[in-house]
């Protein structure tokens, strides 16, 4: 497994920007397919997308796509979320995960970070 730490959550007004940074530890994190979910209050946790581990094939949810960006860096062991145009309903929980896996199931991630707040107001 390699051990996650989220980071670059924040409050950020309706149509702005942030970047969630997803460092990770451990020799083998090349090895590991990269996930982003969300869970909002009262709300079941949720994907947003996914990317391979060499970074060339990434799947995003319906709702962010357009809007976020996944990117990853092997050599510093870091996986990146770009998100723009940011909405209210983007308030959320955001994780990270980590799987041996190239899925969208979330029951397939055995790694995960901590969590980042991330707050959209109107």
């Known amino acids: 497994q390699v051990q996650l730490v989220e980071s670059g959550g924040g409050l950020v007004q309706a149509g702005g920007s942030l970047r969630l940074s997803c460092a990770a530890s451990g020799r083998t994190f090349s090895s590991y397919a990269m996930g982003w979910f969300r869970q909002a209050p009262g709300k079941e946790r949720e994907f947003v997308v996914v990317?391979?581990?060499?970074?060339?094939?990434?799947e995003y949810a319906n709702s962010v796509k357009g809007r976020f960006t996944i990117s990853r860096d092997n050599a510093k062991n870091t996986v990146y979320l770009q998100m723009n145009s940011l909405r209210p309903e983007d308030t959320a929980v955001y994780y990270c995960?980590?799987?041996?896996?190239?899925?969208?199931?979330?029951?397939?991630?055995?790694?995960w970070g901590q969590g980042t707040q991330v707050t959209v107001s109107s």
């Open positions: 995960a980590g799987s041996r896996r190239y899925t969208t199931n979330d029951a397939d991630f055995g790694s």
């Open positions: 990317i391979s581990p060499s970074g060339t094939i990434t």
